[in-house]
């Protein structure tokens, strides 16, 4: 299992950033917004960030 970020959904809080263990989150610099996204070569998948996201349906399970 990997995560994947829903940008329409995201608000860019960057808790998920913080709390993800292998840092394989980290923001689009060069979107205007800031929003982030996964580095799915860094993401093992072990869930931590998915409790912390604020924004329903904005981090999820992809395959
Ligand atoms: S599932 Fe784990 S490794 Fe992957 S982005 Fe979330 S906290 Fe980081
Ligand atoms: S925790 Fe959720 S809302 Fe916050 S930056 Fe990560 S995906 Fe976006």
Known sequence: MKVAIDQARCNACGLC???CPESAIHPKYLEI???YEVDLGRCTGCGDCLEYC????ALVESA
């Open 33 to 35: 917004r800031h929003l």
């Open 17 to 19: 950033r913080e709390v």
């Open 54 to 57: 604020p924004a329903p349906g």
